[in-house]
């Protein structure tokens, strides 16, 4: 279990302290207005990064939200669990359905080693260091995969499956996948667009004019990955060992160890990167990145648009990044970071930030939040990559983001380092 262990864990030890930048009034974020519960709507965007008031002086090694979420997820080196932001399903594992402006240790999940978290539009899940999945909040559709479908689940509940241990996971806006040990892939929740993997949108009618979903609400695993050749011919995918696995809101891509990328589920504007808009039912392989030295290292995945480092270090996109304009119909590089490192890659509902080389590069559409981190009295929005100025004094290890703000991972190991971070502004809610 212990060999298990260190390779969920895998990859270079990350620690460090948070930074944070974006919207915090979580009631507000992405709705044009307040929902009837909420008790008057508060937080402000913070334009340039600051760190927390509850992680002071905490040392973390991941940092996890998601392109449809308003809540977060930290872990830290002790492999504690710590969740705050929008709460109405119970997504932070706290017992409640409160808001929480201030992390906040999952108490459910104390005495376990959590290593790596996904959170979707109203739920997360939470992995262990033994393989195991835990899911809260959200579970209409069946997404938490614990056996039914139920409108909240307020603190974490073990996921029903028999198997190997789970090595990776990912959330949708209304789904979640997770991939095993021995290269599995496993898919619950909504099925609505196909994204689900198993040749079916589930759609059936409850009366003549009632629609419905045959939603997945046990991990049920993705028998058949294809590809179509010149002629459109469809032929079936042998020997698919998964390593990766993104979401967006309603599409997934993953990665297999033969570096070759799939994508399925809704494919508007172009975000599965097979040059047509038609939703695909099962996994397709993206027949760019087949071929000798034409694969792919990484995936990633905003909420309408897909990303991937080439095994040679080039930055793909393609789908859509701003609501209006030309949709990219197959992967093409970002030419603005040609050459540059690609460290780490965070994807919100419209906005990009990449930690690279020395710096952090970001860009994305009006309206924002702050996720770009420019800082106060500077743009607000960017349609090309621009440099993080507010961060040229920080190394940054990791970064990710959620539908309209960005968490980030900065390297603490010296003291001039530590004393550089403390001129940042803290957040008090």
Request: proline share 5%; glycine share 12%; charged share 20%.
């Amino acid at each position: 279990m212990k060999q298990f262990a260190n390779f969920v864990m895998g990859g270079p030890k990350i620690r460090g302290s948070v930074l944070y930048c974006g919207g915090t009034n979580w009631d507000l974020i992405g709705r044009r207005e307040l929902p009837k519960n909420a008790k008057g709507a508060k937080g402000r965007n913070l334009w340039a990064p600051h760190r927390l008031s509850g992680l002071e002086g905490v040392q973390v090694r991941t940092v996890v939200s998601g392109n449809a979420a308003c809540h977060s997820v930290v872990i830290t080196t002790d492999g504690v669990a710590m969740s705050w932001g929008r709460n109405d399903k119970g997504q932070l594992g706290h017992g409640h359905a409160n808001r929480v402006d201030v992390p906040q240790r999952i108490e459910a999940l104390a005495e376990i080693n959590v290593v790596d978290a996904a959170c979707g539009r109203n739920h997360t899940l939470c992995l262990t260091d033994r393989g195991e999945v835990y899911g809260m909040g959200e579970n209409k559709m069946g997404q938490l995969g614990i056996g039914n479908q139920q409108p909240a689940v307020l603190i974490p509940k073990k996921i029903h499956r028999k198997g190997p241990p789970i090595v990776k996971i990912a959330c949708g806006a209304e789904f979640s996948v997770i991939v095993d040990l021995n290269g599995n892939l496993y898919t619950l929740g909504s099925p609505e667009y196909g994204q689900l993997g198993h040749n079916t949108d589930g759609k059936y009618f409850v009366t003549s004019n009632k629609l419905a979903y045959y939603c997945e609400t046990v991990p049920r695993q993705v028998a058949l990955f294809i590809e179509k050749d010149r002629d459109n011919r469809i032929q079936p995918v042998m020997d698919v060992f998964i390593t990766d696995v993104a979401c967006g809101n309603n599409h997934s891509v993953a990665l297999d160890n033969k570096k070759r990328v799939y994508t399925w589920g809704f494919g508007g504007y172009g975000r599965l990167g097979h040059a047509e808009q038609k939703d695909e039912m099962v996994p397709r392989m993206v027949k760019f990145f087949d071929g000798p030295k034409r694969g792919a290292c990484r995936i990633f995945a905003g909420s309408a648009y897909t990303m991937a480092v080439s095994e040679l270090g080039a930055l793909y996109c393609w789908g859509q990044t701003k609501a209006t304009g030309e949709a990219i119909m197959y992967p093409k590089p970002v030419q603005d970071l040609s050459g540059w490192t690609i460290r780490s890659v965070g994807c919100s509902n419209r906005s990009i930030v990449v930690a690279a080389d020395e710096s952090v590069v970001s860009w994305g559409p009006s309206p924002t939040y702050g996720e770009l981190g420019y800082g106060d009295n500077k743009p607000k929005s960017s349609t090309r990559p621009e440099e993080v100025k507010t961060l040229a004094k920080h190394y940054i290890y990791a970064v990710a983001c959620g539908y309209g703000h960005t968490l980030m991972i900065a390297r603490d190991d010296s003291e001039e380092e530590k004393q550089k971070l403390e001129t940042l502004p803290m957040f008090k809610p």
